[in-house]
């Protein structure tokens, strides 16, 4: 009876011919039963029947996949959630034989379903949305506000209005017409200018950089006249999509520029972008695997062998190497490498993304579908990046970076002590130290230059020009790197190849890069150039020449190309070359405007470490993590740099790394156990006076046992003269932080003090790795140097002195890769008192040593010396864990003077 009411009434609600009753049979008993009996209702109220199938999963087979997700979503496990999961395998996508076959008793419910879809259009065009309305000065339009800021921001700018510069503005700001898009450009304008006018760092980058009117509205800072930049790239008439406008703003000011945002357009018209979580080796792992009913603590060993980004398509190997044996196809390894493998880039759960930020005209909610973000008054949509292009929606992207807030640091330390703030933006370009001090890859911290690969080619390319750090960025990338543009490149630069152009006409586009196609500016410059595309054509060339190809678009375009190219007077021979030569190197070319943005800031780092180190360390230190070193190594290369590191200090620290006196003295936050509370008692406490003693420190800020420990164990009681492990048992005669005197005087537990025996150094040292994963005072290797020297193992600055040859090296790991283009290859970076080293390890040297390179913390390696160009790396043969070093006592460090931290 109430099923009956039901439909009478939705069927009123929708009138004729827009209101079916579906039927559904997955064989289960009562399945046909059911649909009978709808039918009958069907029948009874004059609609119509409508056959589904309630899919969940495309295939028969993909109904265990989809036991194991339910599973997942419900947090349980198989054995646990018979009453969750389907109860058997018919939720498939079937084909019309089989469902004919089940309906055939009426097949009025099958071509119904074409009716229905007939009758379905869905249009999601929601450009007309696509950006707010900046308020305007009265007396202006968009067009002429934009006009008038432009004009304005190019007198700052060029010092004057140059005719190259108003010839650039004429024509970008007719195509930004064109578009229709001032008032997005305004708005952008107007977030940049509320940062600048509140000291947030911030700066525009990608495409962006190549228009003039970005940069003189103060969104970008790279002039795109001075570096040749090409604004089709970024903007055109003929553009498919929406423009990209990514601003880089410090880490610890983004919250702030943010909030502007929502304050200024309103929450009903701001959403952050999501962005899909899809399951990689070691998610995938974890939630399969608790689903399948796997042990916590075999998960945990499996999921910590993949790094954070691996694929799942190792996880066979992986695997293999733990069990020491290929895992068995049957239950319990089998099944969980099959639905690891098989979840493998699955969506995994919605977040929100880095930096992308929906504004609109009308009211979101009228857009696009929304869900509260954690953070409160904050919206998320439900699209992600490509679901708001693909509806003409435009997003504007607020992208965390630290390196600002490092830059940010710096300068504000910098005024603090001198009185004066470097200008950046006035920053002589041709600072001969700099470049020397890139040419030596001495880049550690250093923004985009410092990573393995990127510290082994400044050495040959020898940068001596901003222009030169452009390409530097540039060509450490996967697509130069897989497009094989990088060799030739270093190859001619060092004068080892000479530089060739398959025609005249091609010097002018390819003579900064020597002759090789680097940048995507590049290959449109060579369309119009030389193919006489115009400029829309020659981004569309540019796009279709990508990774995503079309055999007749490439055809189309193959035809035109070749026409427009012997037109200007190529051979045929030559221009379907040119041709060849682009569609090999188009999908991999880098973005010459996204590189001349970063090759800046690589300048500046770079300066601020040369002639500002003791702020820069401390910057560094303070904006962990970040970059591709932790802070032990960032100590080892600040104590290179005659920057010693002062350890943690009760009366004298802060709770961020501080500056005293020209050298590093570490904060409270690289204790373990101390948490904002904690550090916020004791900065508050010491405004009252510093701590004259150990007893009157706990007396008067009450911290919990666990984190006066951890201060002992850090060296912060150092200062009092009193041996750590006397301090512990000091701490433990004291009762409990509310049984204190009320003048502040403990009242110490009377017990006989026993005799103690100080800690050594060495037992000093590995405490502080324990606590902080680092020490002020040494590193850990120069307490083991005499028995490493027994064994021959050459430190990395006695290995500076060398050309070629057998050596064995040892260090702590301080950088694991094995990126997708070395074919195999695994590049370790070592570290040891003196420096570090590079090893390259074969993939079948790997595969034999896998297990200790993934995991062993300290390791010695055997192999060849190889030295390129003076880049000098171990290629291994041999790889043995610390713990296959004959045994020997830890000596007190043979030269403490040459490790200046403590």
């Not at 001090?437 to 080619?457: H, K, N, P, Y």
């Not at 410059?525 to 490439?554: C, N, Q, W, Y």
Request: glycine content about 8%.
């Amino acid at each position: 009876a109430a099923a009956r009411a039901a439909a009478r009434n939705l069927a009123g609600l929708y009138g004729e011919g827009n209101y079916w009753i579906e039927l559904q049979d997955h064989l289960l008993p009562d399945s046909h039963g059911l649909c009978t009996e709808l039918a009958s209702l069907a029948d009874e109220l004059g609609v119509g029947v409508v056959a589904t199938n309630n899919v969940h999963y495309a295939e028969r087979d993909g109904h265990r996949l989809q036991d194991v997700l339910t599973c997942i979503r419900h947090n349980t496990t198989l054995d646990a959630s018979a009453g969750l999961r389907r109860p058997n395998s018919e939720c498939y996508l079937k084909a019309a034989e089989e469902m004919a076959t089940l309906f055939a008793w009426r097949p009025d419910a099958l071509s119904n379903t074409l009716e229905i879809a007939a009758s379905c259009t869905v249009e999601l065009g929601f450009s007309h949305q696509r950006h707010p309305r900046y308020p305007l000065p009265s007396g202006h339009s968009a067009r002429s506000y934009l006009h008038r800021l432009c004009l304005d921001g190019a007198l700052l700018k060029y010092g004057g209005l140059r005719p190259d510069v108003l010839t650039g503005l004429r024509n970008e700001l007719g195509v930004i017409h064109t578009l229709g898009l001032e008032n997005f450009f305004i708005v952008v304008w107007d977030i940049m200018s509320y940062a600048r006018a509140h000291n947030i760092p911030a700066q525009g980058r990608g495409s962006a950089a190549d228009s003039i009117v970005a940069y003189v509205l103060g969104i970008t800072r790279v002039d795109p006249i001075r570096h040749n930049l090409l604004f089709e790239r970024f903007l055109n008439e003929e553009r498919v999509g929406t423009p990209d406008i990514d601003i880089d703003v410090s880490t610890n000011h983004r919250e702030e520029l943010i909030g502007y945002v929502y304050e200024k357009y309103g929450q009903e018209h701001t959403a952050m972008v999501a962005t899909i979580i899809t399951y990689r080796a070691r998610s995938a792992v974890r939630d399969v695997g608790k689903a399948l009913g796997f042990p916590p603590d075999v998960l945990d060993v499996v999921a910590k062998s993949f790094g954070a980004y691996d694929h799942a398509d190792r996880l066979r190997d992986e695997i293999s190497a733990l069990l020491g044996a290929v895992p068995p196809e049957g239950l319990p390894w089998g099944q969980l490498l099959e639905m690891c493998e098989r979840v493998s880039g699955f969506p995994r759960h919605l977040s929100i993304h880095v930096g992308g930020m929906l504004i609109t005209e009308g009211p979101l909610v009228d857009v696009v579908p929304l869900e509260h973000a954690t953070a409160p008054g904050r919206v998320v949509t439900q699209y992600d990046k490509d679901d708001v292009e693909d509806v003409g929606l435009i997003k504007i992207d607020l992208l965390g970076l630290r390196t600002l807030s490092l830059i940010h640091d710096v300068l504000n330390e910098i005024e603090h002590t001198s009185g004066a703030r470097p200008d950046l933006d006035l920053l002589p370009e041709d600072d001969e130290r700099v470049y020397d001090m890139l040419c030596r890859a001495d880049c550690i911290g250093v923004f985009q230059v410092e990573s393995r690969a990127q510290s082994q080619t400044l050495p040959k390319l020898l940068p001596r020009s901003l222009d030169d750090l452009v390409v530097e960025v540039a060509i450490i990338r996967p697509g130069p790197l897989q497009g094989n543009m990088v060799h030739p490149y270093l190859r001619r630069r060092q004068g080892l190849e000479p530089v060739e152009y398959l025609h005249p006409s091609l010097a002018p586009i390819l003579g900064e890069t020597l002759g090789v196609c680097i940048f995507q500016e590049q290959v449109m410059k060579i369309a119009t150039d030389v193919a006489g595309f115009r400029p829309g054509e020659a981004d569309l060339f540019r796009r279709a020449m990508g990774s995503h190809r079309s055999r007749d678009e490439m055809d189309r375009i193959r035809d035109r190309f070749l026409a427009g190219a012997m037109e200007n007077g190529l051979s045929r021979p030559q221009a379907e070359e040119l041709f060849g030569q682009l569609a090999g190197f188009a999908a991999f070319g880098f973005c010459k405007s996204h590189a001349a943005a970063f090759a800046r800031t690589t300048y500046e780092t770079a300066w601020l470490k040369l002639y500002h180190p003791a702020p820069f360390y401390v910057a560094l230190l303070n904006n962990q993590p970040m970059g591709f070193y932790s802070p032990e190594v960032l100590l080892g290369d600040a104590r290179r740099h005659g920057v010693r590191t002062l350890r943690v200090d009760i009366n004298r620290s802060q709770g961020r790394c501080t500056v005293e006196d020209g050298h590093v003295r570490l904060g409270y936050r690289y204790v373990k156990d101390l948490g904002a509370r904690a550090i916020a008692r004791l900065e508050a406490e010491r405004e009252h006076g510093p701590y004259p003693s150990f007893a009157v420190f706990c007396a008067r800020t009450r911290l919990d046992r666990d984190a006066v420990e951890s201060l002992i164990f850090a060296g912060a009681f150092d200062e009092f003269r009193t041996p750590r492990r006397k301090l512990l048992w000091e701490l433990n005669r004291l009762p409990p932080a509310d049984s204190f005197f009320s003048d502040g005087r403990p009242a110490l537990v009377p017990s006989e003090e026993p005799d103690l025996r100080p800690m050594s150094a060495y037992e000093q040292v590995a405490e502080e790795y324990g606590l902080m994963g680092l020490s002020p005072a040494h590193q850990l290797l120069e307490f083991h140097r005499r028995a490493l020297d027994r064994e021959d193992v050459t430190t990395a600055e006695e290995l500076r002195d060398k050309f070629s040859g057998s050596v064995r090296v040892a260090g702590m790991v301080v950088c694991r890769q094995q990126p997708p283009t070395a074919k195999g290859h695994v590049f370790l970076t070592l570290e040891d008192e003196t420096g570090l080293v590079n090893v390259i390890l074969r993939p079948k040297v790997y595969e034999r040593y896998r297990s200790y390179v993934r995991r062993s913390p300290l390791l010695i390696i055997e192999g060849k010396l190889e030295t390129d160009n003076r880049v000098q790396s171990v290629l291994a043969t041999t790889v043995l864990p610390w713990q296959e070093l004959p045994s020997s006592a830890p000596n007190t460090p043979r030269d403490v003077a040459r490790s200046p931290r403590g």
